[in-house]
């Protein structure tokens, strides 16, 4: 059973589930064998798999909140609560943790381990923004610590940075703490159709280049035989004033004087599919259409990253077939691709432009010999010394990262 397509968790010998700190620093410090940490499973294919699993060790029985403190916009809690579990508390102070993954059930060490964050990354930027300490036990089962309960700290190695993305390669991590945002009061959403890569290109600029502050400006986009179409949304979220003044101002940024006539409001905005009684107005609406924020799903899934001027490009390259979406100010973007797709050949075409291709989802019959990351890139060697300096033996999840290490 592939995790990727299923969830399910690679075979191990033993599986544990520890329930603090010093309880997860003794199964290190009493193991020889190779350990792979996770939480709730819901990205297990964001890595290539392991080379070996002696010891699953699962983090969701480390669930506590163990501080927070609103009038500090600060929250610490252990890396088994699940994202939803805490925006639950955090919504009784009108707060918000500002990460926005789609994969329910996702724990908060486990959107650290994948660098995992949503459409609004435009706004309030990704894990590595928003994680300002962390506590994690290494290879050797000794504990460490760095940052704290303060915005800004930046005494000894920043391991919040270093174990973001890692996924667990260079440690467990066991606990989090986050600086929070104020839940906004109002939202409004500004949707335009896109027809064509160079389209939906102009569409993103105009609006990323304007004095607008969306929330996200998110791409939804399928690739025919010629070109792409879809539909650019962008989202705000403000105070009532704010929200209605710039929902206002990005409608008619999009129309421009092509417009046949005003945007659509309320009701008559169009479906969650783009679609409406005439598909060529921009619209502006309340409700977030049902692809806000949701990978795509199909036989093989990639997470691009591009420059962000690139967007037409990056759109040019994909097969016939595909389809996604975009987080068209940011240069992150998912595509479901067919099975066919020359992986090698894509990723030649998106380097010219800073870009990559990593998988994230694929068929079990596709999974066998693929090309998990791509090229190493010049980062391949301080990467590996960084892994030779946690983890010497090679023992935590091992074979999962860039290169195989």
Avoid at 20 to 29: G, I, M, N, V, W
Avoid at 131 to 155: E, M
Avoid at 272 to 294: C, E
Avoid at 364 to 384: E, I, K, Q, S
Wanted: glycine share 12%; aromatic share 4%.
């Amino acid at each position: 059973m592939d995790p990727a397509a299923s969830g399910a968790r690679w075979p191990a010998a033993e599986t544990v589930a520890p329930r603090s700190t010093a309880e997860t620093a003794d199964l290190l410090r009493g193991t020889t064998g190779t350990v792979v940490p996770v939480g709730a499973g819901t990205k297990t294919g964001w890595a290539a798999p392991p080379e070996r699993c002696d010891l699953l060790l699962r983090t969701t029985a480390l669930d506590r909140i163990t501080e927070y403190a609103p009038g500090d916009l600060v929250v610490v809690a252990e890396a088994g609560v699940p994202l939803a579990a805490l925006q639950k508390q955090l919504a009784e102070h009108s707060q918000m943790l500002a990460l926005d993954p789609p994969e329910e059930g996702a724990t908060l060490g486990g959107i650290v381990a994948a660098n995992a964050s949503g459409p609004r990354r435009l706004r309030y930027g990704t894990v590595r923004d928003l994680l300002i300490g962390v506590t994690a036990v290494l290879a050797d089962g000794t504990v460490a610590r760095s940052g704290g309960k303060v915005v800004k700290n930046v005494a000894g190695y920043d391991l919040g940075k270093l174990h973001t993305g890692a996924h667990g390669a260079l440690g467990v991590v066991v606990s989090t703490t986050w600086r929070l945002h104020p839940r906004p009061p109002a939202t409004a959403t500004v949707t335009a159709p896109v027809h064509g890569s160079a389209h939906a290109a102009d569409l993103a600029f105009r609006v990323a280049r304007s004095t607008l502050t969306p929330t996200a400006l998110e791409l939804n986009w399928r690739r025919g035989p010629f070109d792409v179409t879809g539909e650019l949304l962008a989202l705000f979220e403000s105070s009532p004033a704010s929200v209605a003044g710039q929902a206002a101002a990005c409608a008619g940024l999009l129309a421009g004087e092509e417009s046949k006539a005003a945007v659509y409001e309320g009701d008559s905005a169009p479906s969650a599919h783009g679609t409406s009684h005439d598909p060529d107005r921009v619209a502006i609406g309340a409700a977030l259409p049902a692809w806000f924020g949701q990978r795509p799903t199909g036989p093989m899934v990639l997470r691009l990253a591009y420059a962000p001027a690139a967007l037409p490009h990056v759109l040019d390259a994909l097969p016939p077939g595909a389809h996604g979406t975009a987080s068209a100010a940011v240069g992150v973007g998912y595509a479901a691709v067919p099975p066919e797709t020359d992986l090698a050949a894509l990723r030649a075409a998106l380097a010219p432009h800073d870009g990559s291709a990593v998988v994230l989802a694929a068929h079990p019959d596709l999974r066998a010999g693929l090309d998990h990351w791509g090229p190493p890139g010049d980062a391949f060697g301080l990467m590996t010394r960084v892994k030779d300096r946690f983890d010497p033996a090679r023992r935590l999840s091992p074979g999962r990262l860039l290169g195989g290490l």
